[in-house]
């Protein structure tokens, strides 16, 4: 089984915003913490934000934060919202379909797989290893300090004239 980028986005915004469900973030901060595609990220952010999962603010202090605790957001119900199919082979242009036994076998694994999924929260996986902020390429930290990030790139990606293309 193998998710897409979309969910795999998705995925990381939850978790970045997860770890302080309470703040604000832009979503050019979570880009530059991840290095990828504000533009990318924009379009995960608005689905999230219209499924329920982010609430977003507007305005010059704004940003994006979870729209509910942490415990609340089941992991498979995230997975089943972003992926569009989750054929894991493509059955329907088989000549042996109608007699073949594996296409059961497979969809038998693919729900064992989303179980195990629906079994966890957003914050189990957060607490599952631990604090990963040290490995992320953040802007600056919630109180403002500067990062290990070179100054040049820093100002870089909060400048409003920010190109999601360099990323």
Request: net charge neutral.
């Amino acid at each position: 089984m193998r998710l897409t980028r979309y969910t795999d986005f998705a995925m990381r915004v939850l978790l970045y915003l997860g770890r302080q469900p309470e703040r604000l973030s832009p979503i050019a901060e979570i880009a530059g913490a991840y290095a990828i595609s504000k533009n990318h990220l924009m379009k995960v952010v608005n689905d999230l934000v219209n499924a329920g999962y982010l609430e977003s603010v507007r305005g010059r202090h704004g940003g994006i934060r979870l729209a509910r605790p942490p415990e609340e957001i089941n992991v498979g119900a995230l997975i089943r919202h972003t992926e569009d199919s989750f054929d894991l082979v493509d059955c329907g242009s088989c000549l042996i379909a109608p007699a073949c036994g594996l296409t059961s076998v497979l969809d038998e694994a693919l729900q064992a797989f989303l179980r195990v999924l629906d079994g966890y929260s957003l914050a189990d996986v957060l607490a599952r290893r631990g604090d990963f902020s040290h490995l992320l390429r953040t802007v600056a930290d919630p109180v403002g300090a500067s990062t290990t990030m070179p100054r040049q790139e820093r100002s870089e990606c909060v400048s409003p004239q920010y190109d999601s293309r360099k990323v």
